[in-house]
């Protein structure tokens, strides 16, 4: 069967994380996305984070790991989105478009004459996803942002940590990514509806708003009991000690996440702590899973005697709830990960064959277990305005007057 | 404009997180959502987490946050999925629903006769919407999980804590919540292809996979350079040191994202350390931003001689990038999480006028600012049933004989 979005075009005002990584989940889904650079520079994720932090070590110093993630299997049109003939191109290119997508700030496409009541008299099916950092309402609508500005203001920041640790972010830019995602969500939805409707919508998702979706359920207990958790330390709000945390191995780190009570005889004969399996101030399921820093300081000096291989075999025997502390090095050697497609092969023209993210989501059964590469700054722009309908003359004008 | 997903009828056969929350943003989206719960015991997020952590000391000590959190605004049928008069309802109730989706572990649903090979057979136009904690397919399919697993197995663990932490967990349930919203958009993805093929299709997504996109632009850096990155302290695995972090200040702690060149003059006359603006080991952008220890220790000394509010009117004014790093409590205050709708108002039945988690998408323009109340435990059974096609008489015998 064809991938859910076969057919439908998307067109990219965006840069960096959210605005990319939306479209990225919609042409995984099967949509074509054609991505609007800035003429010379381009997104700034091709040269951000020096293109390969690591410089001379670093296997392929020149290629941008960064864009990759963001923007495999796109086209690339250069404009230059200050020149009336740019808005043109983009109005003619919106005619034969299903969705326009943006993580301009709220306000910027709309100063250009290019705002979703501009887009929708010349195509009344466009859908216009406008991506933000923190919502299109408010007073914080034009503020901008970064991840770690999210994590922050949504809470996390406050709830992760070692209880001596200053705040500390999730240590990836989890807020920008998943902030994508919503969006993405938000346009498949307005996609359905325009099926039924025959109209365009326009659709908001912030990361702000997003990154509190995450903690639903965190939040909702602050709300509801009129209490404040304290951090997750080693574990989460609700278990900050106990057999939910990692443990340091012989060789690395294993992850436990609680032992229930029908195992609890099983892991002290594994871990040799039978002498304490009736031991009360252990053993009681809250304090073993919830509050048990005395069993943690136990466990700590249990661990390291055996390698993760060594104690996973066991526990996975024996049905507990544990697995490896993987480094991306690790990680991106799992077969679990490859077989689903979360990981995927690319022959990048630069990088030769690597490994890059994949999709989390399947739709129809076989995941993708290839990526197509990132395209060359302005590699599509001909292609594109030829498809829009401009000629070669039209084109070579548009070069010399620096629209293109 | 009526919300997108308008007359989409979801059954969710769930518990916990992922599953549940797939359901509530297509509810949040338009969606009717009918959640199948276990007689009795029903959803145990109804109970989890001891309903209320903090007993006594808290507002609404019966009340559960956290099926609050997953399950407002839904119906809830209870239902003996033992007995084959379970197995035909649901598949009565196949016959005339859009999705049914579950987190139940891969296989479960199909050895009870309801895999989504045997629902087409009812309904071609059903989506079959499996989550899991690890993928459809490969050596961990059917391996149970929990939240922190995934952070570990999916590298985030690894890279979240200052360096002599153990690895420390993101400190919420992100993994969980996040691969419910994988799962929501490739639901609708689906629907959106059903709209053109007439055909349901099985979506998979898993929470092992989202946790990794999440991740995309981390990963692949290891992936394209060969090398491994270092855990995130107070900033990110790029930007370790410097003016990405958060601060203590007199009442609470600021989060700063870094200092642009052009405003670092303006940052250095508002925290008074004008003498350093010039000091190469200082004022360099990436040592300031990237690694900079010995400027991240002199503002940890300045910061905390002003408030977070005093700190923040400055920053803002000068286009600083900076927020308050809020606890929960601060958050529920928040003007801009109140007016997108991101935090809602509930009135609950129990717990009274009360402020809930809401969705980090709107489409169409007005996002909702109130939240329904979630289902008591087979509230909606009989009704659910009628619209089904049984009669009384029959229902009373399903009762007796604890099919419902």
Redesign the interface.
């Known amino acids: 069967?064809?991938k859910?979005?076969?057919g439908i075009k998307v067109l990219e005002i965006g840069q960096e994380?959210q605005g990319p990584?939306a479209a990225l989940?919609l042409a995984d889904?099967?949509a074509s996305v054609t991505k609007i650079e800035k003429r010379r520079t381009g997104d700034p994720s091709r040269w951000m984070?020096?293109k390969?932090?690591?410089g001379a070590?670093?296997?392929?110093?020149k290629?941008s790991?960064?864009f990759?993630?963001?923007n495999r299997g796109k086209r690339s049109v250069t404009l230059n989105l200050r020149k009336p003939e740019a808005i043109e191109i983009i109005k003619r290119l919106t005619a034969a478009y299903d969705v326009l997508l943006t993580n301009y700030r709220p306000g910027v496409l709309d100063r250009r004459g290019l705002g979703f009541e501009e887009l929708r008299k010349v195509n009344p099916r466009i859908i216009f996803g406008q991506a933000s950092s923190?919502?299109?309402?408010?007073?914080?609508t034009t503020?901008?942002?970064?991840?770690?500005?999210a994590?922050?203001?949504?809470?996390?920041?406050?709830?992760?940590?070692?209880p001596d640790?200053?705040?500390?972010?999730?240590?990836?830019?989890?807020a920008d990514?998943?902030?994508g995602?919503?969006?993405?969500?938000?346009i498949?939805?307005?996609?359905?509806?325009r099926?039924?409707?025959g109209?365009g919508?326009?659709?908001?998702?912030?990361i702000?708003?997003?990154l509190?979706?995450?903690?639903?359920?965190?939040?909702?207990?602050?709300?509801?009991?009129?209490?404040?958790?304290q951090?997750?330390?080693?574990?989460?709000?609700?278990m900050r000690g106990g057999m939910?945390?990692?443990?340091?191995t012989k060789d690395g780190?294993i992850?436990i996440?609680?032992v229930h009570d029908k195992l609890w005889h099983s892991f002290c004969r594994i871990t040799g702590i039978e002498h304490l399996e009736h031991d009360q101030e252990i053993s009681a399921n809250?304090v073993r899973n919830f509050q048990g820093y005395r069993i943690q300081k136990i466990m700590d000096e249990i661990f390291p005697t055996r390698t993760t291989r060594e104690w996973l075999d066991d526990f996975?025997k024996a049905?507990i709830?544990?697995?490896?502390?993987?480094?991306?090095?690790?990680?991106?050697q799992?077969?679990?990960?490859h077989?689903?497609?979360?990981?995927r092969h690319m022959d990048h023209p630069e990088?030769g064959p690597?490994?890059?993210?994949?999709?989390?989501?399947?739709?129809?059964?076989e995941?993708d277990l290839h990526a197509a590469p990132p395209p060359e700054l302005g590699q599509h722009t001909e292609e594109v305005l030829l498809e829009a309908g401009y000629g070669w003359e039209e084109i070579d004008k548009l070069r010399e007057s620096e629209v293109i």
């Open positions: 069967m064809a859910p979005l076969e994380i990584f989940f889904l099967g984070f020096p390969m932090i690591g070590e670093a296997k392929n110093p290629v790991h960064y990759i993630a963001m923190w919502g299109p309402k408010g007073p914080w503020r901008p942002s970064r991840d770690i500005l994590q922050a203001a949504a809470g996390l920041m406050a709830k992760t940590g070692m640790d200053p705040p500390i972010p999730a240590g990836a830019f989890i990514h998943s902030g995602l919503s969006l993405a969500a938000g498949m939805a307005a996609l359905f509806a099926e039924r409707t109209q919508q326009r659709v908001d998702a912030s702000y708003g997003t509190i979706a995450m903690q639903s359920l965190e939040i909702n207990y602050t709300s509801v009991s009129g209490l404040e958790t951090r997750a330390a080693r574990g989460h709000q609700f939910y945390s990692a443990f340091r780190y992850c996440a609680g809250v996975v049905d709830l544990a697995t490896e502390v993987a480094d991306y090095k690790q990680l991106l799992s077969e679990q990960a077989v689903n497609g979360y990981l990088a690597i490994t890059v993210v994949g999709c989390p989501v399947s739709v129809g059964g995941p």
